[in-house]
């Protein structure tokens, strides 16, 4: 049941995102081209999510889910190297591809030689990141 939960849920972000234009790479670049031809749906499609899911954060304090034992643990809200060098990178790569994970895994399901070599680029840099972090800094806890 909760394979198929997954799925669903997995299924419906990915829709979301379709009809949303978010796999759109020129939308995305849009939406940061302040001074040229800005698009602010992304304000709109970040709302319709932020909103519902800090309101569904809100509905489980104090309750059990149905599929597990608890609900993940917020994290901690501690602002460091780590999070402002990803914020960063994750940034920049989402301005200069216009694509984040979420839409380009979206954007597989209709073609396109682009969203494949951001993919492959992505899962590249995943693995290859705790070694390079090992490497640069040795005191660097994995997460």
């Known amino acids: 049941m909760r394979v198929f939960v997954s799925f669903v849920a997995g299924s419906t972000f990915g829709l979301g995102l379709l009809i949303s234009g978010m796999t759109d790479t020129t939308k995305v670049q849009g939406w940061l081209d302040v001074f040229g031809n800005w698009d602010p749906t992304l304000a709109f499609v970040m709302g319709g999510a932020i909103i519902p899911m800090a309101i569904a954060w809100a509905y489980t304090v104090g309750r059990k ?78 997460v």
């Open 65 to 142: 889910p149905v599929l597990a034992d608890a609900f993940p643990t917020p994290p901690e809200p501690k602002v460091g190297r780590n999070l402002v060098l990803g914020s960063t990178l994750f940034g920049m790569g989402w301005g200069l591809a216009g694509l984040c994970p979420g839409p380009a895994i979206a954007s597989l399901g209709y073609g396109g030689i682009g969203g494949v070599i951001f993919l492959l680029a992505m899962v590249a840099g995943m693995v290859v990141t705790p070694g390079l972090r090992r490497r640069l800094d040795p005191s660097a806890v994995a």
